[in-house]
């Protein structure tokens, strides 16, 4: 390999970003904000350690995600209530938003709709920013630990990774089997894992989670939701995952109506407005 004469001034060209965002809908947060203040519990899941369960969420409720007992992350999937085809984007998320997201942003969904699905509300741990490693939380950056790759990397058959656990909690849900199930699981929002990307050779990274029991992530329901979240076989994920070998402790998933009233002004997005007929 050659290396070229102008080599540093390649390097030294700056970035553009790609998908400048002033454009994009931002959500009212003083009305969300003003509406958090009138919620009233209906209804609530509870996650076992290293299994993962469902829950529905109505447009315009919130949901909230809670550490309980210990420090733990969960892996989580959203659909369309009413159209599993319409799911979380993680890639369209992570062009618009970054690596990680926190309040005020949003978990888009899939083609052909690209629209909120959820707005995140509250974050009890937006103050830890990005650390000297480069690490953040609830990133989407993380596809979910898998058997798939696990057998790969270590061989035997483990059945409690993230993906796994997703795929027996949406079979259960809607009465089929798994192998129906699991071309619906998809990318997730890894809620409260703090991972970032090494700055010598770009892997991704995961470290001990900053959560402790209390900690909370609650989101805004902007269409009808069908969810599932996985209790992490890796626990805080400062050692391993895909393994019994972490201490592992249960999510807690609640369910939050707001007074009618605080949301008068607020509309269920649209799907995409793109015609879809891709120039043909």
């Known amino acids: 390999m050659t290396i070229p004469q102008d080599a540093d001034a390649r390097r030294a060209i700056p970035p553009v970003i790609c998908y400048p965002v002033e454009t994009l809908p931002a959500p009212d947060m003083k009305m969300l904000d003003a509406a958090r203040t009138t919620l009233v519990k209906t209804g609530e899941v509870t996650v076992p350690p290293r299994d993962a369960a469902t829950f529905t969420v109505p447009a315009g409720h919130f949901f909230r995600i809670t550490s309980v007992e210990g420090s733990q992350v969960g892996d989580l999937n959203l659909w369309n209530a009413n159209d599993l085809n319409e799911r979380f984007y993680s890639g369209k998320t992570r062009a618009l938003h970054g690596t990680h997201i926190t309040r005020g942003q949003r978990m888009w969904s899939s083609f052909p709709a690209l629209r909120p699905m959820a707005t995140l509300t509250h974050d009890s741990l937006e ?9 953040s939380v609830h990133d989407v950056i993380g596809t979910r630990c898998d058997p798939y790759t696990h057998q790969l990397l270590s061989g035997g058959q483990y059945h409690h990774c993230c993906h796994s656990n997703l795929t027996r909690a949406l079979a259960s849900h809607l009465g089929i089997t798994p192998l129906e199930a699991e071309p619906h699981v998809h990318d997730v929002l890894n809620v409260f894992m703090c991972t970032g990307f090494t700055r010598d050779t770009g892997q991704y990274f995961m470290k001990a989670s900053p959560v402790r029991p209390g900690d909370t992530l609650e989101f805004f329901a902007e269409i009808d939701l069908l969810g599932a979240l996985s209790a992490c076989p890796g626990g805080d994920c400062s050692t391993v995952h ?11 998933i609640e369910i939050f109506a707001p007074d009618p009233a605080t949301l008068e002004n607020w509309r269920s997005p649209s799907a995409n407005g793109y015609d879809r007929t891709h120039g043909a």
């Open 127 to 135: 103050w830890y920013g990005k650390d000297a490693f480069g690490g």
């Open 242 to 252: 895909s393994s019994d070998q972490a201490e592992c402790y249960p999510l807690l």
